[in-house]
């Protein structure tokens, strides 16, 4: 029946590794704060040395995992997502080691929702979500423009309608 789908083409915003960078970099640096808070403590208060021993290895594989967070994961992220939005599917293809291609029919779409976030809205990207009955799914980090655009054409091809009509739409 759907043998030919062609492979999703289109990529999300190259400005999308500024954000996850900026992301995860206040992420990691709380992280290492509160470790770095608890590694004094535990030096003043003579807690247990185990309890030490166990915080410095934890400072290690954060930092490491900072790293990796940081600098490889965001370019890694934006050169492997893919999605494509026609008349019967909506296609996420994303990962190189453990590769998911997700194919949501039009007509188990729901909802569509755009969300932007302080980082997200200084790059003018939006997060575009799709809802099934069971589960949700995310575009992440594509122009603002292209989300709006996107959005009104799932909810077109879904056959969505905005259950509060605007002002003026009513019936007097």
Known sequence: MYINITEP????SIKATKVWRIS???????ALLLIGALMIC???FDWYDWIGIVLYILGVLFIVSSIFSIFIEPIYLQRTWRYQVDHEFVQLKFGKVQQQHILIPMAKVEYVR???GPIMRRYDLYDLEIGTTTSSHKIPAIPANVAKTLKAEIATFAKIRDKDPKEGELGA
């Open 114 to 116: 755009t969300e932007q």
């Open 9 to 12: 083409t289109q990529t999300i």
């Open 42 to 44: 535990s030096d003043r």
């Open 24 to 30: 995860n970099t206040i992420g990691h640096t709380a």
